[in-house]
């Protein structure tokens, strides 16, 4: 059943996010005076097709849910009629030619920015960052983070949410750059701290950031007391439910939920003994915790939550939310700085800055779509208006057969004078198919190696 959420998940974002980019190389084609002959949503053996319009454009839904076309009247694919030669796409302007290309990549960053700018009018409930006490010999700890302290600016721009910090911290390491964090401590009292983020490497950078400076969002003491049980977890094979409060684990009392955790998580894969208590009634029970990697390590999971009281719930979390002509504004700068950074992460890889183990690939994609659709509405369309930037960023590199090749032979042609001889072109699809089954092999190999992983 999770196998089958996540799929309808990922076809889901993965046509939406076709349609946006392929609608706008249509919409353009079509202002531009192109005749459209095919709009295809995938690839492959045709699953529905109908002929619409005056131009009877054929719309095509196929096979193969991994991307789209849309395919327009050319003389060097095919013989086109001479009433209709002015509306074949080799026969247009440059600059129009130019238009229809950059359209499905703006189309892209344009819905990102919608879905940024419904989301921030809306609302956006996240952590308020607020920082729990640093472990030792980590640059927090150096710099004299205190637990229960918030943070209200870094390097003099606001941040909101954990989020904020996250990602600013984020671009900031990558940069190596000293950071200066304005802090509120419990007295309402304003500090500042200095962190020195030279020292770090790509390497480093991989995993947790904000863990590696040794910045981690507070939480409060919570008493160990099950909340939620994940459906088919190893907690409810086990026979735990919601209510049951856990009071020792290998003998050892449990007196918070962070206690229970680390038992769970220096289990993995080894069987754990536990006493609870279900009501009046103490009970006993063995369970092995799930064996999962994160951050470089295996650690137990058993699918269990614990309970939080609302009050203090409310303490620590924000409602990020702006009026409509701030949201806009906001929205726009984010996925501003997303595609900057998606950029420079490319970049970075390229020179070695940054290992390509970062790259993602449709199986990565599938996972984080299930896990966002989960989570519900808000991050299933945080989910797509990032991969909405990603596709445009993509699409934009100066690569022959994506739509970045195709404004690098314009451009060309543009100060050139003349269009990029056929010769020209032969190669650069070569090289470009070439290139983009090297990333494409990059990629699975990164899927398979975190789905070996876990």
Same mark, same amino acid.
Request: overall charge neutral; aromatic content about 8%.
């Given at each position: 059943m999770a196998?089958l959420?996540?799929?309808?998940?990922?076809?889901?974002?993965l046509?939406a996010l076709v349609?946006v980019?392929?609608?706008g190389?249509y919409l353009?084609a079509r202002?531009?005076?192109?005749?459209?002959?095919? *709009?295809s949503i995938g690839f492959? *053996?045709?699953?529905w097709?109908?002929?619409i319009?005056?131009?009877r454009?054929?719309?095509?839904v196929a096979?193969v849910?991994?991307?789209?076309?849309?395919k327009?009247?050319?003389?060097r694919?095919?013989?086109?009629p001479?009433?209709e030669?002015g509306?074949a796409?080799?026969?247009q302007s440059v600059?129009r030619?130019y238009?229809?290309?950059?359209a499905g990549?703006l189309a892209?960053?344009?819905?990102?920015i919608?879905?940024?700018w419904?989301?921030f009018?809306?609302?956006?409930?996240e952590a308020r960052?607020?920082?729990?006490?640093?472990?030792?010999?980590?640059p927090a700890?150096?710099?004299? *983070?205190?637990?229960?302290e918030t943070?209200?600016?870094?390097n003099?721009e606001p941040?909101a949410s954990?989020q904020?910090?996250?990602?600013?911290m984020?671009?900031l390491?990558?940069?190596r750059r000293?950071v200066?964090?304005e802090?509120?401590?419990?007295s309402?009292?304003?500090?500042w701290r200095?962190?020195?983020?030279?020292?770090?490497?790509?390497?480093?950078?991989e995993?947790? $950031?904000?863990a590696?400076i040794?910045?981690?969002l507070?939480?409060?003491?919570?008493k160990?007391?099950i909340?939620?049980?994940?459906?088919?977890?190893v907690?409810?094979?086990a026979?735990?439910?919601?209510?049951?409060q856990i009071?020792?684990a290998?003998g050892?009392?449990?007196?918070?939920w962070?206690?229970?955790?680390q038992?769970?998580?220096?289990?993995?894969g080894?069987e754990l003994?536990?006493s609870y208590?279900?009501?009046d009634e103490r009970r006993?029970?063995?369970?092995v915790p799930?064996?999962?990697?994160?951050d470089?390590?295996?650690?137990?999971?058993?699918g269990a939550?614990?309970?939080?009281?609302?009050?203090a719930l409310?303490?620590?979390?924000?409602v990020?939310?702006?009026?409509?002509?701030?949201?806009l504004?906001k929205a726009?700068?984010? $996925?501003?700085? $997303?595609?900057?950074?998606s950029l420079e992460?490319?970049?970075?890889m390229?020179?070695g800055q940054?290992?390509w183990?970062n790259l993602?690939?449709?199986? $990565?994609i599938?996972d984080y779509?299930?896990?966002?659709?989960q989570?519900?509405?808000?991050?299933?369309?945080s989910?797509?208006?990032?991969?909405?930037?990603?596709?445009g960023?993509?699409n934009?590199?100066?690569?022959?057969?994506?739509d970045g090749?195709?404004l690098?032979?314009y451009?060309?042609e543009?100060?050139?004078g003349?269009p990029?001889?056929?010769?020209m072109?032969?190669?650069?699809?070569?090289?470009?198919?070439?290139l983009?089954?090297v990333?494409?092999?990059f990629?699975?190999?990164?899927?398979i190696?975190?789905?070996i992983s876990?």
């Amino acid at each position: 059943m999770a196998l089958l959420h996540t799929l309808v998940a990922f076809v889901l974002a993965l046509g939406a996010l076709v349609i946006v980019h392929e609608f706008g190389h249509y919409l353009v084609a079509r202002l531009c005076g192109v005749k459209v002959l095919r *709009f295809s949503i995938g690839f492959g *053996f045709p699953l529905w097709s109908r002929q619409i319009g005056r131009d009877r454009t054929e719309w095509v839904v196929a096979a193969v849910p991994l991307g789209g076309y849309v395919k327009m009247l050319d003389e060097r694919e095919g013989e086109v009629p001479p009433q209709e030669l002015g509306r074949a796409f080799n026969r247009q302007s440059v600059w129009r030619r130019y238009a229809v290309v950059i359209a499905g990549p703006l189309a892209n960053f344009l819905f990102a920015i919608l879905l940024y700018w419904l989301l921030f009018m809306h609302g956006v409930q996240e952590a308020r960052p607020i920082v729990a006490a640093p472990p030792p010999h980590t640059p927090a700890a150096s710099a004299g *983070f205190e637990a229960g302290e918030t943070i209200r600016a870094i390097n003099g721009e606001p941040v909101a949410s954990w989020q904020d910090v996250r990602w600013r911290m984020l671009q900031l390491a990558l940069e190596r750059r000293t950071v200066k964090v304005e802090v509120l401590n419990r007295s309402n009292q304003l500090n500042w701290r200095t962190l020195d983020m030279s020292p770090f490497d790509a390497e480093q950078l991989e995993g947790d $950031t904000l863990a590696l400076i040794g910045l981690k969002l507070y939480r409060p003491d919570i008493k160990p007391v099950i909340g939620q049980i994940v459906a088919g977890s190893v907690a409810e094979q086990a026979g735990l439910k919601a209510g049951d409060q856990i009071l020792a684990a290998e003998g050892k009392p449990i007196a918070s939920w962070n206690e229970l955790v680390q038992a769970v998580r220096s289990h993995a894969g080894r069987e754990l003994h536990l006493s609870y208590r279900r009501g009046d009634e103490r009970r006993e029970l063995s369970l092995v915790p799930e064996a999962v990697q994160q951050d470089g390590s295996t650690v137990g999971r058993i699918g269990a939550a614990a309970r939080l009281d609302p009050r203090a719930l409310e303490e620590l979390v924000t409602v990020v939310r702006y009026g409509a002509g701030s949201a806009l504004a906001k929205a726009a700068q984010k $996925t501003w700085d $997303t595609s900057v950074f998606s950029l420079e992460m490319l970049g970075r890889m390229l020179i070695g800055q940054v290992s390509w183990k970062n790259l993602s690939g449709p199986v $990565t994609i599938a996972d984080y779509a299930g896990q966002s659709a989960q989570l519900g509405l808000i991050s299933y369309l945080s989910f797509l208006a990032l991969i909405s930037i990603s596709l445009g960023v993509l699409n934009l590199l100066p690569i022959p057969l994506l739509d970045g090749g195709h404004l690098m032979y314009y451009t060309v042609e543009i100060f050139k004078g003349s269009p990029v001889s056929d010769r020209m072109m032969e190669i650069g699809q070569k090289l470009g198919l070439t290139l983009l089954l090297v990333l494409m092999a990059f990629a699975f190999y990164n899927d398979i190696n975190r789905l070996i992983s876990g």
